[in-house]
């Protein structure tokens, strides 16, 4: 890697702008910005393109996909982090945070007995520079299984957990309010048969009534002692807000009413939404379009959640929307704004004295493609 590099000919954006300019790369960081091309020989012309920093993920499923490509089908897991990686790399996220779930709402699920798998996979591939994205950990405890606890507390002290999430996916509430879309969802992904279904429906609110609120306490207590971000899951009243609220929550996850989303205003919290929810039109639970909290002034970040590539995709596609959401206002919510709520100071935005994490891409017909990613100013895809 050279020690300095001039990208140029770029149509830079950054937190507040979208302009015709240049940027200076030094010992991994963003040394000078230019308006206007620069006149330097050595400087890399990117031929009028958009360059954004690096994405910023901080809730993807993605690597379960690849630990278990098919159902029952367990893929050798280094092999699994590096193919995630990939994909990860490619849709120009240059910090993502590995969601690995505690607690399986998956009556046939093995989740639970991979966890360790994963973790290892993921810091070792880490530690020895084979991914070329930077990985952290996301805990996703699922309050209403009888183990989330004990293993939240086995993992916790992981050195790449930084940011936790709480939710309880039983029926009757929160995602699944009509226990029709409950059944329809589970029985569709995991092919069970309407008795398991029975069986599993009751099973889950008695958990639920059993462990939830217990555990919540016991999780978010943990987190805030040791400096994790905090994040709810699935608010959908004020009520549920409110409850987040007090437990000291600054993210919430996929609210899924107006309601609560600007609940979540008015008390400090992060709306985070899922990308592909911009990208279909609306939520494949029938929960409230992240499109239309974007157009009240209600959304802060969006996830990638199952589909990597969605993440840029929506930030344009939200930037070409009738939203008073301009393109650098959408970035923000892709890079900066994921970056400062999970405690990140150092990325997110091109701006001078932070990591050269960035990303050129162009458009095809409104679709922005990646063209060239660069971390801490080394060139990774």
Not at 183 to 200: C, I, N, V
Not at 205 to 210: F, L, P, T, W
Not at 328 to 334: G, L, S, T, Y
Request: charged fraction near 20%; aromatic fraction near 6%.
């Amino acid at each position: 890697m050279p020690a300095e590099q001039i990208l140029s000919n770029a149509r830079l954006v950054t937190a507040d702008r979208v302009f015709l300019g240049s940027v200076v790369l030094r010992d991994g960081l963003i040394a000078d910005i230019a308006e206007g091309p620069s006149r330097l020989p050595q400087a890399q012309d990117l031929n009028g393109d958009f360059l954004l920093p690096g994405l910023v993920e901080l809730h993807t499923d993605n690597l379960e996909r690849h630990m278990t490509p098919r159902p029952g089908v367990d893929w050798p897991s280094t092999s699994a982090v590096l193919s995630h990686d990939a994909q990860i790399i490619a849709a120009g996220i240059t910090t993502v945070f590995d969601a690995v779930s505690i607690g399986d709402v998956n009556p046939k699920g093995n989740r639970m007995q991979k966890l360790p798998a994963m973790l290892e996979a993921i810091s070792g591939a880490s530690d020895v520079g084979l991914t070329r994205a930077e990985h952290r950990l996301h805990l996703r405890c699922e309050l209403c299984h009888p183990d989330t606890l004990s293993v939240f507390r086995d993992l916790v002290e992981h050195p790449l957990v930084q940011l936790v999430s709480v939710m309880d996916h039983s029926p009757g509430q929160r995602q699944f309010v009509l226990e029709s879309k409950y059944r329809e969802y589970y029985m569709g992904k995991y092919h069970l048969s309407k008795a398991l279904m029975d069986e599993f429906i009751v099973l889950q609110k008695a958990n639920s009534r059993e462990y939830s609120d217990r555990y919540r306490a016991a999780i978010v207590e943990h987190c805030l002692a040791r400096g994790l971000s905090v994040a709810s899951h699935d608010d959908a009243t004020l009520e549920h807000v409110e409850e987040s609220a007090r437990y000291g929550m600054t993210i919430a996850e996929f609210p899924t009413t107006v309601e609560a989303a600007r609940g979540c205003q008015q008390l400090g919290m992060s709306v985070l939404m899922g990308a592909p929810n911009i990208v279909r039109g609306g939520s494949h639970s029938g929960n409230v379009a992240a499109a239309d909290l974007a157009a009240e002034g209600l959304l802060d970040i969006l996830s990638s959640d199952y589909y990597p590539a969605s993440l840029m995709q929506a930030a344009f596609a939200l930037a070409a929307l009738d939203n008073q959401c301009d393109l650098a206002e959408a970035v923000r919510m892709v890079s900066l704004a994921p970056a400062r709520a999970a405690g990140l100071s150092d990325r997110g935005e091109i701006a001078l004295g932070l990591r050269a994490d960035l990303l050129q891409a162009k458009t095809q017909d409104g679709l922005p493609v990646v063209q060239q990613v660069w971390r801490q100013a080394k060139r990774v895809f």
